[in-house]
């Protein structure tokens, strides 16, 4: 019987080491900073630190109106889908995985309505639906 419970206590340490560790693909931190025009226009700048997995892939959200968007300073394709506009941050970089930090600025217009009362309301869409995990978000707006 002591036979048989060693034997399972070593299938089970085995078992145990055979078991993959669960990262998975999420942005570790991302800071936005928006800056408003006079024109009534806004200039958003995200840098995210992202954590992507081998065979992942993320594809960073920016609302359907957005304008001039590029990653890390290179104008980039996005396709549109569910009246938002999507960058596959993972096709840009070539299936890189690990740590990365990329830089997606755009320009979004008409972000200033001017009320009836004489106030002015600011609609700003910071994040357009990120499909992962965030830690942690700090936003600025100038």
Known sequence: ????????????????????????????????????RSDESCQITVTAQ????????????????????????????????????????SKELGGITGDITVTVQYNLPDVVENRADGRALLRLPLLSGFEHRIKGLEFSVT
């Open 1 to 36: 019987m002591r036979k048989i419970k060693i034997f399972a206590l070593i299938l089970l340490i085995l078992w145990a080491f055979c078991i993959p560790a669960s990262a998975q693909t999420e942005a570790s931190m991302v800071s936005i900073a928006a800056q408003v």
């Open 50 to 89: 992202l954590h992507m997995e081998e065979g992942s892939g993320i594809r960073f959200p920016v609302p359907a109106d957005a304008e001039s968007i590029t990653l890390n300073g290179s104008r980039v394709r996005t396709s549109a889908a569910d009246q938002k506009k999507y960058i596959d941050i």
